[in-house]
């Protein structure tokens, strides 16, 4: 969404070596953690959460995302060659629906898009995880609009993704949940009265986590020999 939002630059490549646990995440401002600390985005709580359990991470995640995109945007910029990586998550679709677009645009997109994470997958689909896109109406900026009918669009396009990931075995992950309690806990929004906090992001976390775990189980087992 690009009201009350920078564009932010999308961040350089990371190189990793094959057989190397990696993660790249694909999004929007809600993944490019649009007003919270680079370390409180929820790709690098994931990573330190992983960390903590024994996980080592070769290098950072690699976030491909900027405030403002939409699927079309994502898709561009992923169209360049870039290495594999153990796991990749996919949050995307707000700005589509912010900007009143068609549900059947957005499906061929996130199509699409499921496709190119698989490519830049070393687990092919079994390593992607998709998150839902969190409703915005359920924040003091979304309450100065009609945050009923937001609500209702963001399940919508929800369904949307949902039902793709389905179709294609990708584990998908409901954090809309999550952000509807930004209602009535107000920590769970930054400032600018839109964006999530590190807590909420922390909340994402307590889902992602034990099924990232659960994913780079699997791509260790598949390679012998891999150190943790």
């Not at 999004?27 to 919270?36: N, R």
């Not at 990931?165 to 839109?194: F, H, K, M, W």
């Amino acid at each position: 969404m690009t009201t009350a939002c920078q564009h932010l630059p999308p961040a350089q490549p990371i190189r990793t070596t094959a057989g190397q646990v990696s993660i790249l995440s694909l999004g929007d401002s809600y993944t490019i953690g649009k007003a919270v600390a680079d370390n409180d985005r929820f790709p690098m709580q994931l990573a330190k959460k992983l960390t903590s359990t024994g996980i080592h991470l070769t290098e950072p995640p690699h976030i491909i995302a900027q405030t403002g995109w939409t699927t079309a945007d994502l898709a561009e910029a992923i169209a360049e060659p870039l290495p594999k990586y153990t796991l990749v998550t996919l949050l995307i679709g707000v700005n589509n629906q912010y900007r009143g677009g068609d549900l059947a645009d957005y499906r061929r997109d996130f199509a699409g898009l499921l496709r190119q994470a698989a490519s830049l997958c070393s687990q092919g689909k079994a390593g992607i995880i998709v998150l839902s896109i969190p409703d915005w109406g359920a924040t003091p900026y979304g309450a100065r609009f009609n945050s009923t009918e937001i609500s209702a669009e963001i399940d919508r396009f929800n369904a949307v993704n949902r039902a793709e990931a389905e179709a294609n075995g990708v584990t998908y992950i409901d954090i809309t949940g999550i952000s509807r309690q930004a209602r009535d806990y107000p920590g769970l929004i930054v400032s600018d009265g839109l964006h999530p906090s590190a807590e909420m992001y922390r909340r994402w976390v307590e889902l992602l986590w034990p099924v990232a775990r659960k994913k780079i189980a699997l791509f260790r087992q598949s390679k012998p020999g891999l150190s943790s």
